[in-house]
């Protein structure tokens, strides 16, 4: 009868730093979680300073994504990782983009803040688009979930799910067709630009999803999926 | 995928259908599967008298590619490897039992000669190991022992020789010199150049590059390349990424142990295509060891 010998715990600091990466991607989606809410909020107020504050704070998102890309450098430098690791590594840089996208989207819906008062006016459209946002911070939302308990479902459910905002995109574009009065043109431009910048990160929660089931499950057929 | 015929395809890992591009590259990969079979290993186990070094190996060796055995010290892959050319024969008390066929034919089969295995099978070792002969008579000694007593056709294979271990233009003006003055990378690149200096159809390299710095290391890496389109080659390393780097197929063995004896026996764990074992191995021993999260 013979038996496995146990096996030896490795490289456990490689281990401590792969968990760490971890964990300063998922605060780095909080931040730009942080920053969907204000966007939400202006949306509502018009309140500009809450503009000036996401600014300031997507700076910071944007100095950590340098920062933790820096560091997935390194550990591919010197840690030359393979399988699991590898592809942790590797999605790091690819989610770690997606996030900063989803926060510049959020930024593109902010610089309207001015204007909230006047898009606010033009009635159905206006609906559209802050529904089609609400779906699009929740999908992020699920993303990030995911992301943070690495969760396969949640990690399928993204990827393989037509993102909700999209049902969405046709019935605004009709509804922004009939605008009618001086101001349509530009009203139609602002709105549209939310329910664009609104799909555009339901879309980005969606590759986060893909690239999250790759990276558990190290299927080709699921690297395809998220290039697809 | 322990101990199974053989890597399963890629058509047979996933039915999603691909992008047009990564059909074509799975196609490719595929191509594999139709490589003729130059070594079949069926439940191989290796004995040193009553002691069983390495159990129940099952992998299919392919033409033209190189194979890399990988594992823990003791897992039993220098084993396997010695079992490809009847090394082991050597040892009082070795034995096979299993299957292990070289192009069908049973390697251990009554009527086959080792030295013959041996001229067709040729192996590099671990540490380079030249005659205290001249550079020349090295590589010329397989042929003179096979009859090849020409001075001729003897230049002939031994420049050709040379050529293909990229040793040629290093060593063309010293032919008479001792081949112990050679630097430890042209001595290995020489002990290539011996070994298919009998024109075998398999050379066996038993961690050829462990006693070598990083850029003769890289020069053998390179070589391997060059010759695979001539021979089939099985390597033994215990270098991760020179398995990645090099290899088409990988076979990761692992130990058990004799809680009664202390004795350990290697086993295969997984056999398939080298970039599924060093992406998305099968076995979470295999992921253990190549990440090297366990020992």
Known sequence: MTTEPTPIPLRTAFQAE???????????????????????????????????????????????????LERCYQLLNREAPVASDLRFVVSVVRILSEFERVGDLALRILKLTRQVADLATCGAPWDIALTMVDLAVEQYRTALRAWSAQDLGLASQLADQRPPAEAYHERLLAELRRLRGPDSAAMA???????????????????????????????????????? | MTESAGPPTMTERADTPLPQGLEVARRELAEHDHLPIVFEIGDLSAYYGDFRAVREVTLDVRQHEITALIGPSG???????????RMNDLIPGARTEGTLNYHGVPLYGSGIDPVEVRRRIGMVFQKPNPFPKSVYDNVAYGPRLFGIKKRAQLDEVVETSLHKAALWDEVKDRMKDSAMGLSGGQQQRLCIARAIATDPEVVLMDEPCSALDPIATARIEDLMQEIKEEFTIVIVTHNMQQAARVSDATAFF????????????????????????????????TENYITGRFG
């Open chain 2, 254 to 285: 692992s130990t058990e142990v004799n809680p009664e004896s202390d004795r350990r026996t290697g086993r295969l764990v997984e056999f398939d295509r080298t970039e599924t074992i060093f992406s998305n191995p099968s076995d979470e021993r």
């Open chain 1, 18 to 68: 792969l968990e760490q990466l971890r964990l300063q991607v998922e605060l780095m989606g909080v931040r730009v979680d942080q920053n969907l809410e204000l966007m939400r909020e202006a949306l509502q107020s018009g309140d500009e300073h809450l503009m000036d504050q996401a600014f300031k704070s997507d700076d910071e998102i944007d100095a950590m994504h340098v920062s933790l």
């Open chain 1, 189 to 228: 431009m602002g709105v549209y630009i939310i329910g664009q910048a609104a799909d555009r990160i339901a879309d980005h929660a969606a590759i986060i999803g893909a690239r999250l089931r790759y990276l558990i499950t190290g299927e080709p057929a699921h690297l395809a999926a998220e290039v697809r």
């Open chain 2, 75 to 85: 897992c039993g892959k220098t084993t396997v490897l010695r079992c490809l050319n």
